[in-house]
């Protein structure tokens, strides 16, 4: 089967919003969002979204079904730094190159806006997301992420990308 890189826009929050909520179901304990603050979510939420100024916003799709998403976003306040954000691959998939593929393409995307450093924020107790991090050249650094209810903090990655 095929896989499909595909890049989305507010006018295709539909298609978003379903791999998003499957997302949020599955692994609601990796994301800073809960499927109880999307569910409800009305049109115009999803679409502003899938507006942030100068973002990418990609679905990856197997055959008919739509299999993982991520994004990358500009800092506000550093041209030379993106985040990748919102990732996930649904468990069928993984260890397929399906996180590969799309972790290279929001580093290719980072590198070619002017930045050279990609960076993201992982919950501490993810192992399978940080080794997957790791393995496309994410390294751990020491400053602590946004805190988290229980008190503990994100883990922050960053990697160079090219240009």
Do not use: C, K
């Amino acid at each position: 089967m095929t896989i499909e890189l595909l890049r989305v826009t507010a006018d295709d929050w539909e298609a978003w919003r379903a791999v998003r909520l499957r997302a949020l179901a599955d692994a609601p304990e990796a994301f800073g969002s809960t499927l109880a603050d999307w569910a409800e979510a009305p049109e115009h939420r999803w679409r502003t979204r899938l507006s942030l100024p100068g973002a990418l916003d990609l679905v990856v799709r197997l055959g008919s079904r739509s299999v993982a998403l991520a994004s990358g976003v500009p800092d506000p306040d550093d041209s030379t730094r993106a985040e990748l954000i919102s990732m996930w691959v649904d468990p069928a998939v993984r260890g397929q190159g399906v996180a590969r593929l799309l972790i290279d393409a929001i580093a290719h995307w980072a590198a070619v806006t002017g930045a050279t450093t990609l960076e993201l924020s992982v919950m501490p107790d993810n192992v399978g997301a940080r080794r997957t991090y790791e393995r496309t050249g994410f390294v751990a650094v020491e400053e602590p992420g946004d805190l988290l209810p229980d008190g503990r903090t994100e883990v922050v990655m960053r990697r160079t990308v090219a240009s």
